[in-house]
T-cell receptor, first 116, second 109 residues
């Protein structure tokens, strides 16, 4: 059973198109994340949701819109795709928001987005 | 300058060697994570620690809060350990993780 799954695994599209990446976790976690990994393998947080509520929005262009229909799903919709959006996008989840207690994060397999 | 710096950036060793990867950070943290990213791309959490030392099989992670430094050690390294190892810290009071640039480890048979 896959804990955190993402679809699609690969996405090739042209500039200007709109695309979505879906993420689902079956771990019963409350918190989900989207990360972007650039060509140099550098990971950076984009968004975090806790129980469907936006917690982190890390100065991402508003062409990127996350949507959490329920706490097991966090989808990422990207409008008007640009060349610079080409990257690997990782979804992750954790049991809850880190506070006094720290939680491990579980990552999805990644979605490689190529914008031509 | 990134808040999290790893060294070395690339490391090649022979099977059986003892491996050390270092991570330094510049601000107070609540927790430090070590992640492994295999050539296929998937990311796996290896350790999460806020003090002391943790061991799992041939992997050992240590952290020195006063010196703002952590190390990941691999004993009796094996070609299957070849991967990118990523250090990430949760800054004190914050929710987000800040990542190092990763260390690409290659173990030759």
């Amino acid at each position: 059973d896959t804990a955190v799954s993402q679809t699609p695994k690969y996405l090739v599209t042209q500039m200007g198109n709109d695309k979505s990446i879906k993420c689902e976790q079956n771990l019963g976690h409350d918190t989900m994340y989207w990360y972007k990994q650039d060509s140099k393998k550098f990971l950076k947080i984009m968004f975090s949701y806790n129980n469907k509520e936006l917690i982190i929005n890390e100065t991402v262009p508003n062409r990127f819109s996350p949507k959490s229909p329920d706490k097991a799903h966090l989808n990422l919709h990207i409008n008007s795709l640009e060349l610079g959006d080409s990257a690997v996008y990782f979804c992750a989840s954790s049991q809850g928001l880190a506070g006094v207690v720290n939680y491990e994060q579980y990552f999805g397999p990644g979605t490689r987005l190529t914008v031509t | 300058k990134n808040e999290v710096e790893q060294s070395p950036q690339n490391l090649t060793a022979q099977e059986g060697e003892f491996i050390t990867i270092n991570c330094s950070y510049s601000v107070g943290i609540s927790a430090l994570h070590w992640l492994q990213q295999h050539p296929g791309g998937g990311i796996v959490s290896l350790f999460m620690l806020s003090s002391g030392k943790k061991k799992h099989g041939r992997l050992i992670a240590t952290i020195n809060i006063q010196e703002k430094h952590s190390s990941l050690h691999i004993t009796a390294s094996h070609p299957r350990d070849s991967a990118v190892y990523i250090c990430a810290v949760r800054l004190g009071g914050a929710q987000k993780l800040v990542f190092g640039q990763g260390t690409r480890l290659t173990i030759n048979p």
